[in-house]
């Protein structure tokens, strides 16, 4: 069985190697010449919107799957007219518009943060008197980790961040005074099949990701997979899918989702009984998920811009570390570091030393 990814970085790479113990190979379309996940799948090297490379992808593989959400459309479109391409194109067409995600989460009565869709600068001015301040101004297409987006704080921000975003139809969102961030990962096979890994409490710096806490019989895990059961039913969705969400007191606001494996589930590697790269490729295989449980008491450090050495990691007997192949740069996620420890207190003792080596 022959899976091909739409995209060669390092969540096509921890697919891989979720799936080599099943039996499966890989083939990974990439326009970049050295991706990480070249070690473990055969690379195609060429645009995603190559028809002919599309058509060898198409012709080799026995399913597709991607490992980002800003894959060209019609890319997706023209696979799933030849081979069973998942998560389906309806569920990328849904997340790669920020208005047309919004637009679905609210008929879905999945709530969200007050937002207005605007096209020039003179509607946003006048969105935000329906918003108020302080407000995010995001492009509705191709924003992810903090990309795409600016702060509103004060009526004179408004035309400066207009021009940093280019001036591209974008919407506004009002400011919500969380008190955590979360994010639910979800899995629902062709079968209809559907499991929850634990709610993950989620920090960030400078729109990045930096840690992942996995909290087990969180009272918000019900809320929170209702609304990803909601969004999987209404997408006919097949693999997993991530939403990641705002708790302002006892109600969870949808920031977005992502139709993928997700930075905020690599905890269930070490940490879970099957992790979300092995349920995703069971998912869109049609095999039975695998159980979502959590072992122990687990968490994840993001690694961006450098790798400390391998030995002040690992000697840790918690730590497990995940590196991607990449070579550091700054604000690059050149790895991670999972931790799993049999106590909450044994947990945030190792954290304290891994979140100081990765300069967090």
Wanted: net charge negative; with cysteine.
């Amino acid at each position: 069985m022959v899976v091909g990814i739409l995209g060669g970085g390092q969540l096509a790479r921890m697919l891989a190697l979720a799936g080599y113990p099943l039996g499966l190979n890989f083939i990974v379309l990439d326009p970049a010449p050295d991706v990480c996940a070249a070690p473990v799948a055969e690379h195609m090297q060429g645009d995603y919107d190559d028809q002919a490379l599309l058509a060898e992808l198409a012709q080799q593989a026995d399913i597709v799957t991607y490992e980002f959400e800003n894959v060209p459309a019609q890319a997706v479109a023209y696979l799933a007219d030849k081979v069973a391409v998942y998560p389906p194109p309806q569920a990328l067409a849904a997340a790669q518009d920020r208005l047309n995600e919004k637009t679905l989460f609210r008929r879905l009565g999945v709530d969200t943060p007050d937002f207005v869709a605007v096209n020039s600068l003179e509607e946003l001015q006048q969105a935000m008197d329906q918003v108020g301040w302080p407000a995010v101004v995001k492009t509705r297409t191709q924003g992810y980790d903090g990309k795409g987006q600016a702060i509103l704080k004060r009526p004179d921000d408004l035309a400066p961040a207009w021009q940093s975003l280019g001036g591209v139809p974008a919407i506004v969102e009002a400011f919500v005074p969380f008190a955590r961030e979360v994010s639910i990962i979800a899995v629902r096979s062709t079968t209809a099949e559907v499991v929850c890994y634990p709610l993950t409490e989620n920090s960030h710096r400078d729109g990045v990701l930096r840690l992942s806490i996995a909290r087990p019989d969180d009272p918000m895990q019900g809320q929170a997979a209702s609304y990803a059961a909601r969004l999987m039913k209404e997408l006919d969705y097949v693999g997993v899918l991530a939403l990641e969400l705002f708790q302002a007191d006892n109600r969870l606001l949808a920031n977005e989702f992502a139709p993928r494996v997700h930075n905020s589930g690599h905890w269930t590697q070490d940490g879970a009984a099957t992790c979300q790269f092995e349920n995703h490729l069971r998912a869109v295989l049609g095999l039975p998920l695998g159980s979502t449980d959590a072992v122990g008491h687990s968490a994840m450090v993001n690694l961006v811009g450098t790798i400390p050495a391998q030995a002040d990691v690992l000697v840790n007997s918690h730590a497990h570390l995940h590196l991607y192949g990449k070579a550091p740069r700054p604000g690059r996620k050149v790895g991670h570091i999972n931790l799993c420890a049999e106590s909450r207190a044994a947990l945030e003792a190792g954290l304290k030393r891994v979140l100081a080596l990765a300069g967090e």
